[in-house]
């Protein structure tokens, strides 16, 4: 029987789309956001009209008490959480040198510490249950250099390693920790970097088009699910070729 998914950062983007993903798959889903409240009620209220039990939490990552709040609402409102999908995340631009140190905490509070504060909320009920499965979302700068993003870079390196050592950990208790590490995928945090940027990087993509959303989240459904009952530890590149 399938249970809760807590989905962080759905809102928008690779995240919406992969509560979107989970719930058609039967989960209870919990919609988190930070700011933009609106979206993420628009996405409860689109997947309840699909006869969908989904609810939305507002929470920073970041914040422990806050995590650990929204964690008890979802259990409270949808049941335990038997699926954790680490995807809130920010990223940056510019030269290493000129970063503050401000920036280099933010961004390893939310992209890393985030998935910590959930992961460990989570977790007692897991440990409990002996089952459960979380999946993180980590990028293909975590597998190789990212010039003028070296502390996202060294982030999703991060995310990396944890899913590989907590696998290990939590393997006796049934517990699977997987990765999907995305290429360049449309979504608001790219926008950013302007439609000349965004064409070369379509060039450089063997497969010859940027990533949806939705690509991503075929493959977190699959981590997710029975199929994948003897995979942990592993992490999957969902990038249309560009690091091979
Ligand atoms: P996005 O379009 O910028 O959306 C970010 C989502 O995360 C939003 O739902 C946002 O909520 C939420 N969020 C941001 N900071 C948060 C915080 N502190 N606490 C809770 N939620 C927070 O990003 P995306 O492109 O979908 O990226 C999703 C994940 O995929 C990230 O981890 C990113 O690093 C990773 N990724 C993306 C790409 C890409 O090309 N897009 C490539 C590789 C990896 P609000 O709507 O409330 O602001």
Known sequence: MKQTALVTGSSRGIGRAIATALSREGWAVCINYIRQKDAAEQLVRQLQSE???????????????????????????????????????IAGQGLFQDETTEQWDRCMDVNLRGARNAIQAVLPHMLHEKRGCIVNISSMWGLRGAS??????????????????????????????????????RTDMVTGL???????????????????????????????????????????????????
């Open 194 to 244: 302007g439609q000349d940027t965004l064409d070369a990087l379509t060039e450089q993509t063997p497969l010859g088009r940027l990533g949806t959303p939705e690509d991503i989240a075929h493959a977190v459904a699959f981590f997710a699910s029975e199929k994948a009952s003897f995979i942990t530890g592993q992490v999957l590149t969902v990038d249309g070729g560009f690091i091979v």
């Open 51 to 89: 006869g969908h039990a989904a609810m939305a939490v507002q929470a920073d990552v970041a914040d422990r008490a806050a995590v650990e709040a929204m964690v008890r609402a979802a259990e409270a409102t949808l049941g335990p959480i038997g699926l954790l999908v680490n995807n809130a995340g």
């Open 148 to 185: 003028c993003e070296v502390t996202y870079s060294c982030t999703k390196a991060a995310l990396v390693a944890l899913t590989r050592s907590l696998a290990l950990e939590l393997a006796p208790s049934h517990i699977r920790v997987n990765c999907v590490a995305p290429g360049v995928i």
